[in-house]
């Protein structure tokens, strides 16, 4: 990946198409990693390791994690994948213990998303030999965002019967929210700078664009044509970082401010939050329709509203003053120190394993699942479970899920 940062950013496109100043605004403030940037960082490098071992024409069509666990986790168990491949890994797994990562859980997540690329790209290299899988490949978007770059964790080229498909993946390995394809500016711009670099020699027809969450268990995948793209990009983009790179425009907020660097401190963000209507004259009930709008405002609020408080929070540890406020020492839960030692004690004391320890408990499904394998999952502990009816959810339209008609019956054993 590119070691700078570019102003434009296609991680950030959203925001700063949304609210152009906003991009300079954060050129301006340091950048701070975060224990979830750098678990981010840890988790494509592992990727990225594992999808150019593949191509480097080791004859494997698919990665037995179990082994690759193994080989990272045990100097002795080194057979299945070794030299720079295996350091480079073990250093990786490092990297993760010192975070206090489970290495081998990041390995078994982002093996999944590697056999979904790589089994992508044998599907097409099996009707197109001269299909293409590149691995962080490198995007130049200056033609319609000024100094704009990037990289895209995957790119896919091939031609089938005539049709040249682009494809782009995107890992997020975070397990926070779900992230849908459909419309993504980030994968829009993705799919531009691989249409205007890679894959400028294809005659691009189609392009698609696929986001993979594998702590989610989520894929989402969305399909645009080459001329949309590009029309897209003249109208819509490109106007908008040309505002954004000169500074021009209004702070907008909205729930793009989710990772903004000045939101603590923005008017726009602060209003949002705290508007407000005056309610004299006014029925003393919400209308549905100012229930809805206050719905949609909702997720941006509480967003807003915990990233001020850790900016205040920031800003007196590190010495600065907030009127009326100060830091003091919060909650403290006693932890074990030595868990062995502690046994012995009260082993000593007269008390039974069966006093001491939990009773046994079965793992999760999704450890069993890991464990056993889909099919065997499926034999052994589909016919065991069921699903009751989940607690009703208020969701916007767009949601694919269908809407209940009849709640009062649907969910009348469920106590709320």
Not at 46 to 51: R, S, Y
Not at 136 to 158: C, H, Q, R
Not at 231 to 252: D, I, N
Request: net charge negative; charged share 20%.
């Amino acid at each position: 990946m590119p070691s700078r940062h570019a102003i434009l950013s296609p991680s950030s496109s959203k925001r700063w198409m949304a609210c152009p100043p906003s991009a300079l605004a954060e050129s301006k403030m340091p950048r701070e990693d975060t224990s979830y940037s750098a678990e981010g960082t840890i988790a494509h490098s592992t990727a990225e390791v594992l999808l150019r071992y593949l191509l480097a024409g080791n004859h494997v069509q698919t990665l037995d994690m179990e082994r690759v666990i193994a080989a990272v986790e045990s100097p002795r168990l080194g057979d299945y994948i070794t030299g720079e491949t295996l350091a480079m890994l073990r250093e990786l797994s490092v990297q993760a213990t010192h975070l206090g990562l489970d290495y081998s859980e990041m390995l078994d997540y982002v093996g999944s998303y590697v056999d979904l690329v790589y089994g992508n790209y044998l599907e097409a290299k099996a009707q197109d030999p001269d299909a293409q899988l590149l691995v962080e490949a490198e995007l130049n978007l200056a033609t319609y965002i000024p100094d704009g770059f990037g990289s895209s964790d995957a790119v896919l080229m091939y031609d089938i019967n005539g049709i040249g498909t682009l494809e782009v993946y995107d890992l997020k390995y975070g397990k926070g929210i779900k992230v849908d394809a459909q419309g993504n500016t980030q994968m829009l711009c993705y799919a531009l700078g691989a249409c205007l670099g890679p894959a400028d020699c294809y005659c691009v027809d189609q392009v698609r664009m696929t986001i993979v969450q594998p702590r989610l268990g989520w894929v989402s995948t969305s399909q645009i044509r080459y001329e949309y793209l590009i029309a897209w990009a003249q109208e819509v983009l490109h106007p908008a970082a040309l505002k954004a790179y000169k500074g021009e425009g209004h702070r907008q907020a909205g729930s793009h401010c989710q990772f903004c660097a000045v939101r603590p401190t923005c008017r726009a963000a602060a209003a949002f939050a705290q508007a407000t209507k005056a309610v004299n004259g006014l029925p003393d009930q919400l209308s549905p329709e100012e229930l809805s709008a206050l719905l949609d405002a909702l997720p941006g609020i509480k967003s807003w509203l915990s990233c001020v408080e850790d900016y205040a929070l920031g800003l007196v540890r590190s010495g600065g003053s907030i009127p009326g406020y100060k830091l003091v020492e919060g909650r403290s839960i006693s932890k074990v120190s030595d868990a062995a030692g502690l046994y012995k004690a009260l082993h000593r004391a007269g008390l039974s394993d069966s006093t001491i320890y939990k009773p046994q408990e079965l793992r999760g499904l999704t450890e069993l699942k890991s464990l056993l394998g889909s099919a065997k999952y499926k034999e052994l502990v589909a016919p065991w479970l069921i699903k009751p009816a989940g607690k009703p959810t208020l969701v916007k339209d767009s949601d694919p899920r269908p809407a209940i008609t009849d709640a009062a019956s649907e969910f009348s054993d469920i106590n709320l």
